[in-house]
Structure formats: C-alpha cells, structure tokens
C-alpha cells in the first residue's frame, strides 16, 4: 500500500530541513563560527541553529504518525488539514524564533500549532489502533 499523502508532506519538510540547514550553515560560513563558543555568542547563528533543530524535534515523530494513520486507512482530508497547519506552525516558527522575543507571534502559532498537530494526529492514531486491535 502506498502513502502519497505522507510522501508528499515529508518531501515538503526535508526541502523545508534543507533550507533551514543551509541558513544555520552559511551563516557558518560567512561569520567562520564552528560551533556557539566564544564571546560574545552570535545570537543569529543561535537563532538559525535553535529553528533547525526545534523542526527536527518535532517533524519526524508528526511524519511518522501521519503515515501510520495513512496506512491504517486514516481520513485523507484529515491527513491534508493536519498536514496544511502542520507545515503553517513550522514555517510560522521559524520566522518567529527570536532570542530576545519570546511573544513573537510567529513563535507562538508555531509552538501552538505544533503541539495542536501533535496531539491531534496522537489521539486520532490511537483511535485508529483501537479500532484495529478491538476488531
């Protein structure tokens, strides 16, 4: 069976990866800053880090759950909302982490969102698993 769903969202998220990697490292590159040591700290290479890593935090375990919920004959249309404000929260989060700016808007969609998507695809994903192990 196949996810195309799935597999069009993951493929979105790791261009998505891919830009955010490239930001913290050229950044890098231009500044010669291997890793945060040193003083004083460059916060917009801790800023661009921080967005690289909070996404790969949080991207794969979503994924993963989508999939499964895809596999186990999940509601496509779900799969397309949560996937719409999922990939909405993330690019809202990365415009938004700010060091000196914890009310940034764009950080508080993303983190929202984030864990609204989480928890969503959580819950329907183990209705799903009852269903199947109940039958």
């Given at each position: 069976m196949s996810i195309p769903i799935t597999l069009m969202y993951a493929s979105v998220f790791a261009l998505f990866a891919?830009?955010?990697s490239f930001r913290a490292g050229s950044f890098r590159g231009k500044t010669g800053i291997?890793?945060?040591h040193g003083e004083p700290q460059n916060m917009e290479l801790a800023e661009?880090?921080?967005a690289?890593?909070?996404f790969l935090e949080y991207v794969p375990m979503?994924?993963?759950v989508m999939g499964a919920i895809e596999l186990n004959g999940g509601s496509s249309?779900?799969?397309y909302i949560v996937g719409?404000?999922?990939l909405i929260a993330r690019i809202a989060h990365a415009i938004g982490l700010k060091h000196d700016n914890m009310g940034?808007?764009?950080r508080l969609i993303g983190a929202f969102g984030s864990l609204l998507v989480t928890v969503v695809v959580s819950v329907y994903g183990l209705w799903l698993a009852s269903k199947a192990l109940l039958a």
């Open positions: 891919l830009v955010l291997s890793v945060l661009r880090v921080r690289h890593q909070n979503v994924l993963i249309m779900f799969l719409d404000v999922f940034h808007p764009g």
